[in-house]
């Protein structure tokens, strides 16, 4: 099903942490009310977490009401290990560990009844890894470079409607990740900011170690992380999207990266780029055929000339 011209089917009040909060806009769209396949660790199969890990991450959690208590790190033999449980951001579960992991054990992330309370059955979320060597942890981010501007046409989401056809420019953002935070990516989460004001946010694992951005969920992310447009026009047959992006012109764009619970903060990435819609054409004049001059009022000037022309010569006659 694509979802281009989805029309929304209500804002769906959604439950987290106990707490009663609207989703974005988009989110009204449609997509299920609670499926405990979403919940995932932001880890590959068979991973190698650092022994020295701040806090592990578990998304999207508290889930519909589910509280952290239900988030367990175990070892391989089901003994839970020490940890304090933490709400994060972009809806997650932290775990932060007491101690650091021991070096090759392996470990389970848990978390059991999802979904509890609604029509389907309740839902079991976990992931295995491996504990490695602890490494120092990241002083430096990496590079933020602007790829040139292209024209496009792409979808705008949000709003009444799900998403809307137009044509702009946009400029893509290229990401490459320093060599020490890599380890620790999964655990990374991610702002854009433009001109000093947010346009975009991913979470935790998003990025990968080649600075790919994993395709974003869109009923709760309109903007992708490492794309900025402005709109030029809206394809035909549709509305005007309530999202014109950025004002054409020359903007700054900032990349912060979070790793979560961390004492040592990154630094931000700074880049500039420019957007600029193409200048409107200016609608061509009528053509005039030179036989409507010769019809109109050429002719008729050029008339009454020669009868002013005349009525001088016989004034001057009888002068004389």
Not at 183 to 201: M, N
Request: with cysteine; glycine share 10%; charged share 15%.
């Amino acid at each position: 099903m694509t979802t281009r011209g989805w029309k929304a089917l209500g804002a769906v009040a959604v439950l987290l942490g106990g707490g009663i909060v609207r989703p974005p806009s988009a989110e009204a769209c449609g997509g299920p009310v609670c499926d405990p396949a979403k919940v995932r660790v932001p880890l590959p199969p068979d991973a190698v977490v650092p022994a020295n890990v701040p806090a592990l991450v578990m998304l999207p959690f508290p889930v519909y009401g589910k509280e952290l208590e239900t988030l367990r790190l175990r070892t391989e033999d089901g003994a839970d290990v020490e940890a304090t449980l933490l709400p994060g951001p972009h809806w997650s579960g932290l775990v932060v560990p007491a101690a650091p992991l021991v070096l090759g054990a392996h470990y389970r992330l848990e978390a059991h009844d999802l979904c509890g309370g609604f029509p389907q059955e309740p839902g079991t979320a976990e992931t295995s890894f491996t504990a490695g060597p602890a490494v120092t942890l990241p002083a430096a981010s990496g590079t933020l470079r602007a790829e040139p501007e292209q024209q496009a046409t792409f979808q705008v989401w949000g709003g009444s409607t799900c998403s809307v056809g137009v044509e702009g420019r946009t400029v893509t953002l290229g990401f490459t990740p320093a060599p020490e935070l890599v380890p620790f990516l999964p655990w990374v989460h991610w702002t854009l900011e433009v001109d000093g004001k947010t346009w975009a946010t991913a979470p935790h694992g998003a990025v990968d170690a080649a600075g790919n951005v994993m395709p974003p969920n869109r009923f709760a992310y309109a903007h992708d992380l490492l794309i900025v447009y402005s709109v030029c026009r809206v394809l035909p047959d549709e509305p005007a999207p309530s999202d014109q992006g950025l004002p054409p012109g020359r903007h700054v764009a900032t990349l912060r990266p979070v790793l979560e619970q961390s004492g040592t903060p990154l630094p931000p990435m700074e880049v500039s780029f420019e957007l600029a819609c193409p200048k409107q054409e200016p609608a061509p004049a009528p053509d005039v055929e030179p036989e409507d001059l010769r019809d109109g009022c050429s002719q008729a000037g050029g008339g009454l000339a020669a009868f002013g022309l005349l009525a001088t010569l016989r004034l001057w006659r009888r002068r004389s």
